[in-house]
């Protein structure tokens, strides 16, 4: 059998729900220390995304954690350097792990602002692991707390309104 099964008579995709279990346990397997995470005070909901600092669409969601965070959504960034290990996307991010405030770092870099070069034990590779595992082919790539994945750029508001409708 190839594809996925559905249920006929509930209409489900049952095979959607096992991989989506499948992947919100490797994303629990990893402890927040080894994210670049932003959270408001009391958050609602928690999403996880794989970016890339080189990535347009990452930069413009990036451009409203503030609003993330008003609607009260915690956002966990996994490193995802989509050229690869020899890149300037993984030297960058990196480098981002290395500084001495990550979050600071990760906004600057969106920003198109230059970090400065750093080297020290990161989770870069494992990130990239983990995405590639996960069928990560793209970012932003954004995984849901059941582990749902929604690909590419969702803007704040909208994000909220699925995260509060379900």
Excluded at 157 to 162: G, I
Aim: net charge neutral.
């Amino acid at each position: 059998l190839q594809g996925s099964l559905i249920d006929l008579q509930n209409r489900e995709n049952i095979t959607e729900g096992k991989i989506s279990k499948a992947k919100k346990a490797m994303l629990d397997s990893l402890p927040e220390s080894e994210m670049i995470v932003f959270s408001p005070k009391n958050p609602k909901h928690t999403i996880t995304v794989f970016t890339d600092v080189e990535c347009g669409y990452c930069r413009k969601l990036h451009q409203e954690i503030a609003s993330f965070m008003q609607e009260g959504i915690k956002v966990r960034y996994l490193l995802f350097p989509r050229a690869g290990l020899n890149s300037s996307s993984y030297e960058q991010s990196v480098s981002i792990w290395c500084a001495a405030d990550r979050n600071q770092a990760l906004t600057d870099a969106k920003a198109g602002k230059n970090i400065p070069h750093s080297n020290c034990d990161n989770p870069v590779k494992n990130h990239m692991d983990i995405g590639e595992m996960m069928g990560v082919n793209g970012t932003p790539t954004i995984v849901l707390e059941d582990g749902k994945v929604l690909p590419g750029y969702v803007p704040a508001a909208r994000m909220a309104t699925y995260l509060n409708g379900k």
